[in-house]
């Protein structure tokens, strides 16, 4: 790109988050500069991506450079890479995206029923390189969660694992109850739930709070309802990647 399409994209881009941050920062004058809704948002806490201060630091740095291209005084130009960053804060901001934009959904999801075969189950999880599945009863209530680290729980507690084709996930339910889960933690989202937000509580976990291992997607957020979608480690740590 040339230095005046560098310098036209980023004024159109800062317009548009300009106008997102005068509508979200809850102040009715007549006239807010877009950084006196920054400061506003950035310091009640009103945004979850403002609310890091790398961000707000940068985006202070874009007010400046936006002064002064606008007053066109060009002594100055954004690089490409500043410009994607921008690009890429901004919509976060305008778009976040959701839970289910990258939830696995549809007939993709593996759920087990307490009718199940362990070891069935095991084969088609290992198939689809699943570490978790949510497992409910005949009355489709959730009951909890079958991962790798079950069976060791099991042997753990029991000294013994005493497995065959006919052994059912019934046989097994204390094992698969949350409460069991020692090392890992599961988190239930309504379908409106944004990454970012699920990204700050990753951020604030204490050491010793278990790891966050899978997010179940349901209307309200209720386990109860009908699963929608399934956000897994990996996907964690690619919106991880993603955000930092």
Do not use: W
């Not at 945004?47 to 202070?60: G, M, Q, R």
């Not at 976040?96 to 009718?115: Q, R, S």
């Not at 729980?153 to 109850?177: A, H, S």
């Amino acid at each position: 790109m040339t230095e005046e399409e560098l310098i036209e994209e980023f004024l159109t881009e800062f317009k548009q988050l300009e106008i997102e941050l005068v509508k979200n920062c809850g102040l009715k004058d007549n006239y807010i500069s877009f950084s006196r809704a920054l400061n506003v948002i950035h310091s009640r806490g009103l945004d979850p991506v403002i609310a890091s201060t790398d961000v707000y630091e940068f985006l202070k740095t874009a007010s400046d450079l936006r002064n002064i291209l606008s007053h066109r005084n060009n002594v100055a130009a954004p690089t490409e890479e500043f410009l994607n960053k921008f690009k890429r804060i901004s919509s976060n901001i305008i778009h976040p995206t959701l839970c289910i934009d990258v939830a696995t959904k549809g007939n993709k999801i593996l759920v087990g029923h307490t009718t199940d075969s362990v070891l069935t189950l095991m084969r088609l999880m290992s198939s689809r390189f699943l570490s978790h599945i949510p497992v409910y009863d005949e009355k489709s209530n959730f009951v909890g969660v079958f991962s790798r680290s079950t069976l060791f729980e099991i042997f753990l507690k029991e000294k013994k694992i005493d497995l065959n084709e006919n052994t059912k996930l019934i046989d097994i339910i204390k094992f698969i109850d949350l409460s069991q889960h020692n090392n890992e933690q599961y988190m239930f989202v309504d379908k409106f739930t944004k990454i970012i937000d699920v990204y700050e509580k990753l951020l604030k976990r204490t050491k010793e709070e278990r790891k966050l291992s899978c997010i179940f997607i349901t209307a309200h957020g209720k386990p109860n309802e009908k699963l929608l979608g399934v956000v897994t480690q990996v996907d964690l740590l690619k919106i991880a990647a993603e955000l930092d």
